[in-house]
């Protein structure tokens, strides 16, 4: 409901009153990404596969705890009868991180280290969300994650920020930084600017024009610093202050200004229900108009209500048969407003572990 999707809006700041190891950075507070001693070894780079076909397509890039593998790059025969050879192409889904198939998995890692919630579930996610302050410098974080193998989700929250200023340039020094530290990376990684920008968070004031107009400029500033490794998702909340998607679409930047769409939404559980399907079923339509890949940027389930291990088991089946364009899952683990926390009972873990070593979540 609209004003339990507005918690969510509020949620971080209640974070700052805890020692989080790996990383957090949330309404002001000074992220510190990496200083736990839980960061994960780096493992093996995933394997790409090689392109095939009539067109020859490039491979896409493989994704495992280890990092991106590097893009296979063989290309094609022409179809039979003719002699020729495929002209090689490119596969836009492996340049911005997209699966070929299945969808990644993340974590935001709020209820212990990042080894020992990896070590709980028995794998790494692939994406690692944190959430840093205007002023925070990301870009160390994110290195830090892409040294260990995994994929930055940077959550970047203007907390105190007038938007005005963004647009006017008074604040170009900051994201001239920000874009400069990001192209130093030359890795892909996930940047999530205002998320839930529809909802309670109210970045703009719920100004949708002006949110676009301050994203634009953000955009357009880190594509002159030629910090074109930056994986853009735009990510509002599942609904919008009077709890409908009236105006959600309002706030899209445009294809050109997007990778990934993405949306936030949680199963608040008790006398608010809901089933994986329906958390996103009134917004999911309207993303996947874009014909782009989708984020779960956050998400989880409360166990108030119902049955939170099989809320889980449910999830999978649900992503094939009715989500494909869901190409990555970020669970918010963290014992808040509920008890988030893929642990938060055995048969809740029990329940994500298995999803999560699920070829589909291991494209």
């Given amino acids: 409901m609209a004003s339990l999707q507005g918690i969510v809006g509020n949620r971080r700041a209640l974070l700052l009153g805890l020692t989080l190891l790996g990383g957090l950075g949330c309404h002001g507070a000074t992220a510190v990404p990496g200083t736990g001693a839980g960061a994960p070894d780096a493992g093996a780079a995933g394997a790409g596969a090689a392109g095939a076909g009539a067109a020859g397509a490039k491979g896409a890039a493989g994704a495992g705890p280890g990092g991106q593998g590097a893009a296979g790059q063989a290309a094609g025969a022409a179809g039979s009868g003719a002699a020729g050879a495929g002209t090689a192409g490119t596969s836009a ?12 998995l993340g974590l935001y890692y709020g209820a212990g280290t990042q080894a020992d919630t990896n070590a709980l579930i028995g794998r790494t996610p692939q994406i690692h969300l944190v959430y840093y302050a205007w ?18 989700l940077v959550n970047w929250e203007p907390d105190g920020i007038d938007f005005h200023d963004i647009v006017s340039g008074s604040l170009d020094a900051t994201i001239k930084a920000r874009a400069a530290g990001a192209a130093a990376l030359s890795r892909k990684f996930f940047l999530d600017f205002a998320a839930e920008m529809n909802g309670d968070e109210a970045w703009s004031g719920n100004d949708a024009p002006l949110y676009v107009a301050a994203y ?23 609904t919008d202050t009077d709890n409908s998607n009236k105006t959600t679409m309002a706030y899209y930047p445009g294809d050109a200004y997007v990778d990934w769409t993405g949306v936030d939404g949680y199963n608040w559980g008790a006398g608010d229900w809901q089933s994986f399907q329906q958390v996103f079923k009134n917004i999911y339509p309207l993303l996947a108009e874009k014909k782009k890949p989708i984020i779960i940027g956050e998400m989880a389930s409360s166990e108030q209500g119902g049955d939170k291990g099989a809320w889980i088991d449910g999830m999978l089946p649900t992503l094939e048969a009715q989500y494909p364009l869901f190409k990555a899952v970020v669970w918010f683990d963290v014992d808040k407003e509920r008890d988030w926390r893929i642990n ?8 994500f572990s298995k999803m999560a070593k699920d070829p589909y979540f291991n494209p």
Avoid at 93 to 104: K, M, N, V
Avoid at 344 to 351: K, Q
């Fill in 93 to 104: 889904s492996s340049d911005i991180l997209a699966p070929a198939q299945g969808a990644l």
């Fill in 135 to 152: 002023a925070d410098d990301w870009t160390q974080g994110a290195k830090k994650d892409l040294q260990a193998g995994q994929i930055p």
């Fill in 216 to 238: 634009k400029h953000i955009h357009d500033l880190f594509t002159a610093a030629g910090a074109t490794n930056v994986v853009w998702a735009w990510c509002p909340n599942v």
């Fill in 344 to 351: 938060s009972s055995p048969a809740a873990l029990t329940a």
